[in-house]
C-alpha cells in the first residue's frame, strides 16, 4: 500500500500561478500555506495582498482576503486587526510596497504596536512594472531605472528596513531569513510559524519576517544563479538571521 | 454642542465600531471627542500617522463589516483621495466627514466650500460616485449621521458629510438620535455576505478593486454606474422654500442656505418674491427638481463659499431655460444676508445683470 507523505498544502489553492520560472513568491505562499495549516487558522485568518506581484495571491492563498493600495497593507491590517482583535491578520508585501511607498505605514503600525504579522519579500527590485529600482537594491544592480548599475551617488544605499524596525519597542519580533536553500528555506518557515503564533499568543507587538527572495527575471539570471546571488551576495547587505525577538 | 461634537455623539448613537483620524483644524473637536467617548463605549479609536493611514485604516475596518468612519478638513481629505478611490471601487461601505476650511493649498482654517467638485465628482481616479451630504445646521449635522450610515451600508459605498468650518465650530441646541443603530437584521439593509470575517465553513471572501481580465473593469463600471442611478432615483433629497411662486431662486447648500433662506425672506417683507432650493443631497443632486422649477422661468440666484462650483450643476439642470447667476466669495470668505440681498435687489433693478 502506498503511503502519501508530501502533499499540497490545504490553504494553498490546486492552480497554476502566473509568477515567473524560478520566482521566490511560489516558495513564500507554500510556506504562508504550511503554517497556517499547521496552527489550525485557516478558518480565523485574514490576509492583505499588496500591489507588486504578488497582487493576486488571493487567487492562490485559500483564506478571506482583501487587496489594497500601494504600500498601505499595515493601515488597513491595523483597521482590521484592532476592530477584530479574535482574527489572524497577515500582510504580505514587496520591497516596492513596504520599503518604499509604505514606509510611513510599516514604521507606524510597528510604532504602534499593531498585533500584526508581516511577511516581507525582498527581492531587492520592482517586478511587477518592469523590474526598476527598489530602496533595497544593491549597489552595482542593473534594472530598468539603473542602467548603469545603482550608484550611491545619486540612488542612495540599499534600505535595511528590518534593522530600522528592529529599533522600535512596538516590534517584537523581526528576522531576515533567505529563500535560497533548502535548510533556508526551513529555517524560513520556522520564522513565519513564529510569526504567526505571537499573534495567535496575544503577544503586544507586531512581527515581521523578511524574505530574501529570488527574481531570476530582473535579477537577469539562471534561477540557480539566482539562488546563489542571494547566500553569496545580498546577505552581506542584509545579513540573515534574528534581529529582535 | 459644536458641530463637530454632536456629529460624532451621532455617530456613536448610529453603532459607529472604529473611527480613525489625524488632527486637522477646523474639524479637531471630533478628534479629541472621539478619543473620550470610543473609549468610554469601549470601541475602537486610533490617531493614525496621516491622512492616508486613517482612510487606509477606515479601508480595513469596513472590508471586515464594521462600522466605521472617518473626519478631517480640505487638504487632509486630499491626502485621502486615493483611499476613497478604493473604497468606492471596492464597495465598502463607511462615512467620511469633510470640514472644509479655506484653500487651495494650505489655505486658511476659515470656513469655506470650495471642496464641492472634489467630493461630489469623485475626487480621486476613475469614474465613481460617492453619496454627499450638505447639512445646513447642528442638528441636521447629527441627523443625517446615521441615515448616512445607513444608505453606506445599503449601497454599499462611502458617504461623504460635506460641512464647513461654521457648521463644525457653531454651537446650538441639538437632540441626537439616540441608539440609531441600524443593522441588517432590523432594518431591512443587506446582510454583509461580502465581509473578511475569517473562511470558517464558507468559501473565501475577497475584497478587490483589480480586475485583469479582458473587459472586467469595464463591466465593474457598468455594475457601479447601475448603482449610482437607483441611488439617484431612490436617495435625492433636497427643501423647497416658497420656490413655488418665486420671481428669483436661490440654490444654496450647508450654511449658505441659511443665509440664503434669511435673505429670501428679507427680499419678501419688501415686495420681491424670492424662494430657495436647498439641495441635502448634493450627490446625487437634485436636478429634476431645479429643471422643473426653471420650466416657471425665474432667475435663479446661486450662491456659495466658492467661487462657483454647484453652479455648474445648477447650470446643467437649468440647461439654459432661464438665466443663472452667482454670488459667493471663496478662500474663507464668509457670505452674508446683506450680500444676499443686495445681489437680489440687483437682480430685480436688472434682471440681465450677471
Request: hydrophobic share 40%; proline share 6%.
Amino acid at each position: 500500500m502506498m503511503q502519501k507523505v508530501f502533499t499540497r498544502p490545504k490553504t494553498l489553492k490546486d492552480c497554476p500561478t502566473h509568477y515567473c520560472p524560478g520566482c521566490g513568491h511560489g516558495i513564500a505562499h507554500r510556506l504562508v500555506c504550511e503554517v497556517i495549516d499547521e496552527l489550525g487558522i485557516q478558518g480565523k485568518t485574514i490576509g492583505i495582498a499588496p500591489v507588486g506581484c504578488a497582487v493576486l495571491a488571493y487567487d492562490y492563498l485559500d483564506v478571506d482576503m482583501v487587496e489594497v493600495a500601494h504600500g498601505r497593507a499595515p493601515a488597513v491590517a491595523t483597521g482590521m486587526k484592532r476592530t477584530n482583535p479574535d482574527k489572524i491578520v497577515f500582510s504580505y508585501q514587496g520591497d516596492g510596497d513596504l520599503a518604499a511607498i509604505g514606509t510611513a505605514e510599516i514604521i507606524h503600525a510597528a510604532h504602534r504596536a499593531e498585533q500584526l504579522t508581516i511577511v516581507f519579500i525582498n527581492n531587492a527590485v520592482f517586478g511587477m512594472t518592469g523590474g526598476q529600482m527598489a530602496p533595497t537594491t544593491m549597489l552595482g544592480q542593473i534594472t530598468a531605472t539603473t542602467p548603469q548599475g545603482r550608484q550611491a551617488d545619486g540612488q542612495g544605499y540599499p534600505l535595511n528596513v528590518a534593522e530600522l524596525l528592529a529599533v522600535l519597542p512596538g516590534a517584537i519580533y523581526v528576522e531576515r531569513c533567505g529563500l535560497c536553500s533548502p535548510a533556508h528555506i526551513r529555517k524560513s518557515k520556522a520564522a513565519l510559524k513564529h510569526a504567526f503564533e505571537l499573534q495567535m499568543n496575544n503577544a503586544k507587538g507586531l512581527s515581521l519576517v523578511e524574505l530574501l527572495s529570488p527574481c531570476p527575471t530582473y535579477w537577469r539570471m539562471t534561477s540557480p544563479d539566482a539562488m546563489l546571488h542571494i547566500q553569496n551576495e545580498m546577505t552581506k547587505v542584509f545579513p540573515l538571521g534574528k534581529l529582535k525577538g | 454642542m459644536c458641530g463637530n461634537e454632536a456629529m460624532a455623539e451621532a455617530a456613536i448613537q448610529a453603532g459607529l465600531d472604529a473611527y480613525f483620524g489625524y488632527p486637522i483644524t477646523p474639524q479637531n473637536e471630533v478628534t479629541a471627542y472621539m478619543s473620550q467617548r470610543m473609549a468610554e463605549e469601549k470601541r475602537v479609536f486610533v490617531q493614525s500617522e496621516s491622512e492616508l493611514a486613517a482612510i487606509n485604516m477606515v479601508f480595513g475596518a469596513a472590508a471586515t463589516g464594521k462600522r466605521t468612519m472617518t473626519s478631517s478638513s480640505s487638504p487632509g481629505i486630499s491626502l485621502m483621495q486615493e483611499g476613497i478611490s478604493y473604497l468606492a471601487a471596492a464597495e465598502l461601505p463607511c462615512v467620511i466627514v469633510n470640514v472644509m476650511r479655506g484653500g487651495p493649498g494650505l489655505g486658511n482654517i476659515a470656513p469655506s466650500q470650495g471642496d464641492y467638485f472634489q467630493s461630489v465628482k469623485g475626487g480621486g481616479h476613475g469614474d465613481y460616485h460617492c453619496i454627499v451630504f450638505g447639512p445646513s445646521g447642528v442638528q441636521e449635522f447629527a441627523d443625517i449621521m446615521p441615515l448616512a450610515f445607513d444608505l453606506a451600508d445599503k449601497y454599499r459605498i462611502p458617504a461623504i458629510i460635506l460641512a464647513d468650518g461654521i457648521l463644525g465650530q457653531m454651537m446650538e441646541p441639538v437632540v441626537i438620535p439616540q441608539n440609531a443603530v441600524r443593522r441588517t437584521q432590523d432594518a431591512g439593509l443587506p446582510k454583509k455576505d461580502w465581509a473578511l470575517t475569517g473562511a470558517q465553513g464558507r468559501k473565501q471572501n475577497i475584497v478587490r478593486s483589480l480586475w485583469l481580465a479582458d473587459g472586467a473593469v469595464e463591466q465593474h463600471n457598468y455594475d457601479l454606474q447601475a448603482k449610482y442611478r437607483q441611488i439617484e432615483k431612490n436617495e435625492t433629497r433636497c427643501e423647497q422654500t416658497d420656490a413655488d411662486d418665486a420671481d428669483i431662486i436661490i440654490v444654496a447648500y450647508g450654511i449658505c442656505a441659511r443665509i440664503a433662506k434669511r435673505a429670501a425672506q428679507q427680499a419678501r417683507e419688501q415686495g420681491i418674491k424670492v424662494g430657495c432650493i436647498r439641495p441635502i443631497t448634493l450627490w446625487p443632486f437634485p436636478s429634476e427638481i431645479i429643471s422643473k422649477a426653471a420650466d416657471k422661468s425665474p432667475i435663479f440666484l446661486v450662491v456659495e463659499m466658492s467661487c462657483g462650483q454647484m453652479l455648474e450643476d445648477v447650470r446643467l439642470a437649468v440647461a439654459g431655460k432661464t438665466p443663472v447667476v452667482f454670488w459667493g466669495r471663496p478662500g474663507g470668505g464668509i457670505v452674508t444676508v446683506e450680500k444676499v440681498l443686495e445681489k437680489i435687489q440687483g437682480l430685480v433693478t436688472n434682471p440681465k445683470k450677471k
